[in-house]
Antibody, heavy 119, light 107 residues
Framework: EVQLVESGGGLIQPGGSLRLSCAASGFTVSSNSMSWVRQAPGKGLEWVSV???????KYADSVKGRFTMSRDNSKNTVYLQMKSLRAEDTAVYYC?????????????WGQGTLVTVSS | SYELTQPPSVSVSPGQTASITCSGDKLGDKFACWYQQKPGQSPVLVIYQDSKRPSGIPERFSGSNSGNTATLTISGTQAMDEADYYCQAWDSSSHVVFGGGTKLTVL
């Protein structure tokens, strides 16, 4: 059974850093493209980043240069390193698996982890 | 940047057909998919590649995509279908794009 479990969220001051983790089971993260998607309180979904199976990454303009996505194949886990956090980064962060390479359709999502950026 | 536009809300009576639209420039030239999200839950893929249903999604969910508009249709809408629905595609830079979401009310 495919499962994605996010962790690492919490309350952080503006300008601070945080690392989110997404532990996967039931499949190998290096075989699928993985994305982070966030949802601000009461708002819609916003794509944040993707880590392709080949190792390359892409980022939304809103986080480019501040967020870095990576993975640890030995732990079957993907990460989102976030720095220079702003109030507008406050959101539930979901990791999601791309169903089939190139389709950019997410067939599995984690339960999400809440990041609150506030002083 | 590429934008997808959805109506903020749609209302439907139980047993009737609900249609939720998603508009974007030449959207019909891309694949569109749809997610259902209930309060406090993660999104669930209900339609992919314009019109395909993942395993476990009821047959009453269907999709189409042509021209500038993708449409999610729910036939015989049930109270359990009340949720937020998001369309999704991607832009020329291969960045994923979501529509703003539509709140479906079954009343």
């Amino acid at each position: 059974e495919v499962q994605l479990v996010e962790s690492g969220g919490g309350l952080i001051q503006p300008g601070g850093s945080l690392r989110l983790s997404c532990a996967a089971s039931g499949f190998t993260v290096s075989s699928n493209s993985m994305s982070w998607v966030r949802q601000a309180p009461g708002k819609g979904l916003e794509w944040v980043s993707v880590l392709y199976s080949g190792g390359s990454t892409k980022y939304a303009d809103s986080v480019k240069g501040r967020f870095t996505m990576s993975r640890d194949n030995s732990k079957n886990t993907v990460y989102l390193q976030m720095k220079s956090l702003r109030a507008e980064d406050t959101a539930v962060y979901y990791c999601a698996r791309e169903a089939v390479a190139g389709t950019k359709e997410f067939d599995y999502w984690g339960q999400g982890t809440l990041v609150t950026v506030s002083s | 940047s590429y934008e997808l536009t959805q109506p903020p809300s749609v209302s439907v009576s139980p047993g009737q057909t609900a249609s939720i639209t998603c508009s974007g420039d030449k959207l019909g030239d891309k694949f569109a998919c749809w997610y259902q999200q209930k309060p406090g839950q993660s999104p669930v893929l209900v339609i992919y590649q314009d019109s395909k249903r993942p395993s476990g999604i009821p047959e009453r969910f269907s999709g189409s995509n042509s021209g500038n508009t993708a449409t999610l249709t729910i036939s015989g809408t049930q109270a359990m279908d009340e949720a937020d629905y998001y369309c999704q595609a991607w832009d020329s830079s291969s960045h994923v794009v979501f529509g703003g979401g539509t709140k479906l009310t079954v009343l």
